[in-house]
């Protein structure tokens, strides 16, 4: 059975640090591209960044470059989205997606199987 599952959420303060990770099973792991995307109360879901079956990354969101930086273990069926000097608008549900064709997308629908969520809460 084919399954995302994201961890590392919590609540942190501006400026702190979160290292997401997303644990993959039931597929040929180092096939897929795996992306990260966020939602807000009341936003729609966007696109964070994705790693695709090279290890090529892509970022989609100008406030997080410098920022946060993304990395696959095969070896372990795992990605690792590391966010440093988080910000209150930062706040979201951070969902790991994986697309078969093996490259990136910054569009949901270029995936095809999806993580339930893991909360990341910036604030005081």
């Known amino acids: 059975q084919l399954q995302l599952v994201e961890s590392g959420g919590g609540l942190v303060q501006p400026g702190g640090s979160l290292r997401l990770s997303c644990a993959a099973s039931?597929?040929?792991?180092?096939?897929?591209?795996i992306g990260w995307f966020r939602q807000a109360p009341g936003k729609e879901r966007e696109g964070v960044s994705c790693?695709?079956?090279?290890?090529?990354?892509?970022n989609y969101l100008d406030s997080e470059k410098g920022r946060f930086t993304l990395s696959r273990d095969n070896a372990k069926d795992t990605v690792y989205l590391q966010m440093n000097s988080l910000r209150p608008e930062d706040t979201a549900v951070y969902y790991c997606?994986?697309?078969?064709?093996?490259?990136?997308?910054?569009?949901?629908?270029?995936?095809?199987?999806w993580g339930q969520g893991t909360q990341v809460t910036v604030s005081t």
């Open positions: 997606a994986a697309s078969y064709r093996g490259y990136c997308s910054g569009y949901a629908q270029g995936y095809d199987y």
């Open positions: 039931g597929f040929r792991f180092d096939y897929y591209a």
């Open positions: 790693i695709n079956n090279s290890g090529g990354v892509t």
